[in-house]
């Protein structure tokens, strides 16, 4: 149930928070236009302008890139302790980057697209306060203060275009929301709903710092929910997540 007193934890919270929370005509926010660092939430627009360009034609889900020892960059994800010379399809490195949030796929996938046509295509669509500035793990770009940024805004945005089916297209829209449904990364909104039946879509980033939980409940009205958090004590923020995202679907 959508009440202003779910945000009030966060007034007992230091740090810098965005929360957008929808259902139907019902709209709760805190700091939505504000671009925060990403994290690993940017892969939602790396995925978006892979399945652009499949629609394209300028690259296949069923080409294929041969993992070497150069691409592999910490983790989270798995394809760091993968063996070299593995062949992946790209839609592959999609799953992969979305459902382990695995960050080597993810930057063989911007390499594969390119950073300038991944924030035009997220211009494309509208999405204000997104920013794909470097390659996850560049620390050189990190040192030089270049990092990626989302707007809660722009994140509950972007599921409501795969609700509505209006990302790429409505087959598209749908597999990109049925990749995000096998999420293996479940510690935050779906931590308390899983044993009451209700079932997300979502991607998390996390860093130091940083918490993020951006997904779609399905409750017979379905629930867009955008937990964002930068500078803050984020074991204290996911508990946050989890107690929110329970107390929405009461």
């Known amino acids: 149930m959508l009440d202003d007193n779910l945000l009030e934890p966060l007034k007992q919270l230091r740090g810098d928070f965005g929360v957008v929370i929808e259902q139907g005509d019902k709209r709760l926010c ?6 925060l660092v990403a994290a690993s939430v940017i892969k939602l627009w790396v995925m978006l302008a892979a399945f652009q360009a499949f629609d394209e034609g300028s690259l ?7 993992l070497g020892s150069s691409d592999k960059v910490p983790s989270c994800g798995a394809l760091t302790y993968l ?22 796929a993810t930057n063989v996938l911007i390499d594969r697209l390119g950073i300038g046509y991944i924030n035009e295509v ?3 669509y509208g ?12 620390e050189e770009a990190d040192a030089r203060g270049i990092n990626n ?15 509505d089916a209006r990302l790429v297209s409505p087959s598209a829209s749908e597999q990109m929301l049925q990749i995000l449904s096998n999420q293996r990364l479940n510690g935050k909104i779906p931590f308390f709903l899983r044993s009451l039946g209700i079932f997300c879509a979502h991607k998390t980033g996390e860093d130091a710092g940083i918490s993020h939980d951006v997904g779609i409940l399905f409750t017979p009205e379905p629930i867009i929910a955008v937990f964002m958090c930068n500078k803050a004590d984020a074991a204290q923020f996911e508990r946050f997540i989890q107690d929110c995202s329970f107390k929405l679907v009461q």
């Open 30 to 35: 805190l700091n939505p236009d504000t671009p």
């Open 60 to 66: 296949r889900p069923s080409d294929e890139y041969v």
């Open 83 to 104: 063996t070299d010379g593995l062949r992946f399809k790209y839609i592959d490195l999609v799953t992969l980057m979305i459902i382990l949030s695995d960050n080597t």
């Open 122 to 124: 997220a211009q494309r």
């Open 127 to 138: 999405f204000e306060g997104v920013c794909l500035g470097r390659k996850l793990f560049d």
């Open 149 to 163: 940024y989302v707007s809660p805004a722009a994140a509950a945005s972007f599921m409501n275009g795969l609700l």
